[in-house]
C-alpha cells in the first residue's frame, strides 16, 4: 500500500495528530486501514484536556523530542508559587494561575489563588508527576503539579487536570512522613522519571542541618518510597539535579544549610565551609555516588544545572551564584566527567553596600530546548543574559536587558569601578514610579523559545535582607521578547503581573511553570 511503504511520513504525520489533539482536547486514534489513514475524534472532558493522545509510538505525556517540543501552541496560562512568609503578613502561600493568552479579556492577571492550608511553608520550585520522560508510556498524565515547601518539608499534590484553570489540592504529604522515612528534609528540585515515580532532591535533615538526598514519591499514591540514592552516598549539601540516561548519569549541585540561609546570606559561613562548591556525579543505573568535583571559589555555590536538551550530547551548564560564573560540564574520553569556566561576570567595586565589590549572583539559568541559546539572571546586578552556545565551549553575549537590581542609578549604591559598563543602569520605572525592589530572578522559557518570563523574588529570606522595599511592594512577573534570529531581548510592553496588588496584599512570586511542560521540566530519554 502507498502509506504503508512511506514509514517516515506516517511516524511524522502520528506525531503532528497527537500534538494538535494534546492541545485541543480530541481524542486522536490514528490506524492504517488500507490505503486510508483513519482519524477517529471524539471531544474530551474537562479534566481530560492535558491527556496526550496515541499514534504508533508514544501515547504519554510531552513530547516525542525537543525540537518536537517547540512547534507546540503557544502557552495560555501559567502556575507559580506566591510566599508570604517573611513578609509580615500572616497568610498561607498559594498557587497563582495566570492568564499569558494575548487574545484573552484577562491577559496578564491572575485569575485564580489556591490557597494551601498551612503557614509559612515558603512553597519554592514545583514541578511535574510526569513528563516527557514518559512519553512511551500511555497510562500516564501530566496532570498534578508537586510543590515542596522548601522550609516545612510538606509537599503539595496539585491537580492540574480536572479544571487547568483553577487547580485543587490533591494530596497533601505531611512533613514526618519525608522524615521517618528518608532522614531528609527541604525538598527543592522535583523531576519526573521515567519509571512513573517522582524524584525530589532535598537540602537538609529534619534538624536544619545540610544533607544532600533524593526522596521517591510513587507516581500513582504519592506515597514517599524512600531514599534513591544508595546508603552513605548522601552529600554534605544539597540543591539541584538534572539526569540523562543515555550516558547513565545524574549530576547535582549544592547549596547550604536550611538552618543558616533561612534568614539571610552571611559571606562569613561561605568562608566557614557552610554553603557548597561542588557537582556530584552518579551512576544512574545503581544510584552511586560516583564523583565528586570540587569547582574551587570560582564554582561558589553551584545552583541551577542543565544538561543540553539532545539526550545524546553529553553536557551542560551549571550557574555559580555567588561566584558568578557559568562552568560547562562534559564526559571525558576517560569516561569520567569534567568542568571548564566558560563564562565569568566581572563583580564591581561599589560604595553604599554591605561589601566593597558586589557580585551579580547568578540565581537561574535555562538552555533553550534547540540548545542553541543559553540564559540567565544576575539577581544582584539586575539583569537578564542570553549567550549563544553554538560553541559549546566559547559562549557568547548576544542580548541583556536590566530589569532594576542594586546599581541602579539614583540608588544608594555607587559603582566606583566596572570593566562592563560605562555608566550605571536606568532604574525600573513602572507607571512612573521607581521599582526599587525588583531584580530579575527566576526564568522560564517558551517551548518555541521567543518569551522569557522573568520573576524576582528569589527566597524570602534573602528577599528581605537584599531587596526590602521587595517585602513592601510584593515582587514582579515580565515577559522578555526574544529574538531567535540573532539574539536580543526585549521587555513586552504589554504585560506586567504586579503582585504588590494582591487581595492579601504584597507577596513573593517564584517559579513559573506551563500545564505542557517546559525547558527546565522535561528530560528526554
Known amino acids: 500500500m502507498w502509506l504503508e511503504s512511506r514509514p517516515g511520513f506516517i511516524s511524522t504525520l502520528h506525531s503532528t495528530v497527537s500534538t494538535l489533539c494534546h492541545y485541543t482536547g480530541i481524542r486522536c486514534i490514528v490506524s492504517i486501514m488500507g490505503d486510508r489513514l483513519e482519524v477517529v475524534k471524539g471531544h474530551l472532558s474537562t479534566g481530560q484536556v492535558q491527556k496526550s493522545c496515541c499514534s504508533a509510538s508514544g501515547c504519554g505525556p510531552g513530547y516525542r523530542t525537543p525540537l518536537d517540543a517547540m512547534k507546540a501552541p503557544q502557552e495560555q496560562i501559567v502556575y507559580l508559587p506566591c510566599i508570604y512568609r517573611n513578609t509580615g503578613i500572616n497568610r498561607p502561600d498559594y498557587i497563582a494561575t495566570v492568564d499569558v493568552d494575548p487574545s484573552s479579556p484577562t491577559y496578564s492577571k491572575v485569575i485564580h489563588r489556591l490557597e494551601v492550608p498551612n503557614m509559612k511553608d515558603e512553597l519554592h520550585h514545583t514541578g511535574w ?48 512522613e519525608m522524615h521517618w522515612k528518608t532522614g531528609l528534609a527541604n525538598p527543592h528540585t522535583t523531576h519526573c522519571l521515567g519509571s512513573g515515580e517522582i524524584m525530589i532532591s532535598t537540602i537538609g535533615d529534619p534538624s536544619g542541618n545540610a544533607k544532600g538526598g533524593f526522596i521517591l514519591l510513587d507516581g500513582e499514591t504519592f506515597e514517599v518510597k524512600g531514599t534513591w540514592e544508595r546508603p552513605g552516598d548522601e552529600t554534605e549539601f544539597g540543591y539541584d539535579f538534572w539526569y540523562q540516561p543515555r ?25 566557614e565551609g557552610k554553603y557548597g562548591q561542588s557537582l556530584h556525579v552518579w551512576d544512574w543505573t545503581t544510584h552511586r555516588r560516583i564523583q565528586d568535583i570540587d569547582l574551587g571559589p570560582e564554582g561558589a555555590i553551584p545552583l541551577e544545572i542543565r544538561f543540553l536538551h539532545n539526550p545524546d550530547e553529553p553536557q551542560g551548564y551549571v550557574g555559580c551564584a555567588l561566584s558568578s560564573n557559568v562552568f560547562r560540564f562534559f564526559k571525558t574520553p576517560r569516561g569520567d566527567w569534567g568542568t571548564e569556566k566558560v563564562i565569568d561576570i566581572p563583580s564591581k567595586k561599589v560604595e553604599g553596600w554591605a561589601l566593597p565589590e558586589m557580585p551579580g549572583l ?42 532594576g537590581g542594586s546599581i541602579c542609578k539614583g540608588g544608594p549604591v555607587r559603582v566606583t569601578h566596572d570593566v562592563e559598563l560605562d555608566q550605571q543602569p536606568d532604574p525600573l520605572v513602572l507607571n512612573g514610579q521607581v521599582k526599587a525592589g525588583s531584580a530579575p530572578q527566576m526564568l522560564q522559557l517558551s517551548l518555541d523559545g521567543k518569551r522569557l518570563y522573568v520573576t524576582t523574588s528569589l527566597y524570602s529570606g534573602w528577599d528581605k535582607q537584599f531587596y526590602p522595599d521587595m517585602i513592601k511592594e510584593g515582587s514582579l512577573m515580565f515577559i522578555v521578547d526574544v529574538n531567535t534570529d540573532n539574539g536580543g531581548l526585549s521587555l513586552n510592553e504589554n504585560f506586567l503581573v504586579d503582585f504588590g496588588q494582591e487581595p492579601h496584599g504584597p507577596v513573593l512570586a517564584h517559579e513559573v511553570r506551563y500545564p505542557g511542560g517546559d525547558c527546565s521540566s522535561d528530560i528526554w530519554l
Open 129 to 176: 508527576n510526569a513528563c516527557s520522560s514518559c512519553f512511551d508510556d500511555p497510562s500516564k498524565r501530566r496532570n498534578r503539579l508537586i510543590c515542596p515547601g522548601l522550609v516545612s518539608s510538606r509537599i503539595y499534590v496539585i491537580d492540574t487536570g480536572t479544571n487547568p484553570r483553577a487547580p485543587s489540592i490533591h494530596k497533601t504529604v505531611e512533613p514526618n
Open 247 to 271: 550516558h547513565n548519569v545524574m549530576i547535582s549541585t549544592e547549596w547550604g544549610h536550611p538552618k543558616l540561609l533561612a534568614y539571610g546570606f552571611d559571606p562569613q559561613h561561605y568562608a
Open 362 to 403: 547568578i540565581t537561574d539559568i535555562l538552555i533553550s530546548l534547540d540548545d542553541r541559546f543559553l540564559y540567565f539572571s544576575n539577581w544582584l546586578h539586575g539583569d537578564v543574559r542570553q549567550y549563544d552556545i553554538t560553541d559549546r565551549r566559547n559562549p557568547k553575549l548576544v542580548g541583556q536587558l536590566f530589569l
